[in-house]
């Protein structure tokens, strides 16, 4: 009984460890090769898989982009000028059988294929071109990389520069340099704004002065329109004055011989000092011949 309860007790160990080895779990991230016997027999996705044990071998594949650090090295340019360089490659696996079969290691491959392609992108370039290029240094590393990993079964999705370094003897010289050209700009700066200043102020004393002759000159016509005003309501009014004295006259009717009489006093006051001959209308000759008569003729022309 008791050697029978044994080997139940080891039959359960044996299927529990049977049962272990043959279930395995793929996570999402990943891809399992399947081998039996050393031979590949098909690529299992995420989820519970199983396999007879101690027969089939599993690989699992990370699907997920991973970064290759490119450790820093020296590169010289066209221009014989030696700059520290280092990068940073974001690939991702496509084909999880090609990059297990067909590369050994794929992070030390990638690493070397970057820092060799490095060194020939950079060495057809010069300095100067080489510190603004960036960009351009990142496309083409790229395009290598991803056309020489191809049958690796990977494609690498970018290429970062991190630092490109000159010596210190260049690094010194190029901040003075672009020290003496902010200088240099700065001055120029100046420069263009005194000059600027100088025709706005030139500016603002041309309309200054073109708005003060154009006020002098306001000033002037509207004096003169008021003169002018003025002549004209005064010889408007003397007119009107007179036109009203001539209606007042024509319309009282005033009677003959008061006028005859007030014109031969005027005509003696004037006469009382002036020895001129004065022709008279007929009808004061008249009036004068009948105050004759009357004896005042000769008291009037005293």
């Known amino acids: 009984m008791v050697d029978l309860l044994t080997a139940i007790v080891l039959l359960v160990i044996i299927v529990a ?14 891809k399992a090769l399947i081998e039996r016997m050393g031979r590949y027999q098909y690529t299992a996705g995420s989820g519970l898989t199983t396999i007879i044990p101690f027969v089939d071998t599993i690989k699992k594949v990370d699907m997920r982009e991973t970064v290759v650090d490119v450790p820093p090295q020296d590169v010289i340019t066209k221009d014989n000028v030696v700059v520290t360089v280092d990068a940073v490659v974001y690939y991702q696996v496509t084909e999880p ?27 057809d370039l010069e300095l100067d071109q080489t510190l603004t290029s960036r960009e351009r240094i990142n496309t083409s590393l790229r395009a290598i990389l991803d056309e020489a990993t191809d049958k690796w079964g990977v494609k690498v999705n970018r290429v970062e520069i991190q ?24 001055a120029i700066l100046e420069a263009d704004g005194q000059k600027q200043s100088r025709i706005l102020e030139a500016e603002g004393q041309k309309e200054a002065q073109i708005r003060r002759a154009e006020g002098e000159a306001e000033a002037i016509k509207q004096v003169a329109l008021a003169e002018r005003d003025k002549f004209i309501y005064e010889a408007q009014g003397k007119a009107q004055a007179l036109a009203t004295v001539f209606a007042a006259i024509k319309q009282a009717q005033v009677d003959k011989d008061i006028l005859s009489i007030q014109y031969l006093d005027t005509l003696r006051t004037a006469l009382a000092t002036n020895s001129k001959f004065v022709i008279m209308p007929l009808e004061f000759s008249e009036l004068l011949k009948g105050l004759k008569g009357m004896g005042g003729t000769g008291e009037l022309l005293k």
């Open 17 to 30: 460890i049977i049962g272990t080895k043959a279930l395995k779990i793929v996570k999402p991230y990943e």
């Open 97 to 123: 059988k090609a990059v297990v079969y067909n590369v050994g290691q794929f992070n030390l491959a990638c690493t070397k294929l970057a820092q060799t392609n490095l060194r020939n992108i950079i060495g």
């Open 163 to 186: 630092k490109i370094d000159p010596p210190a003897d260049v690094t010194e010289a190029m901040h003075k340099q672009m020290k003496a050209e902010r200088e240099k700009r700065a």
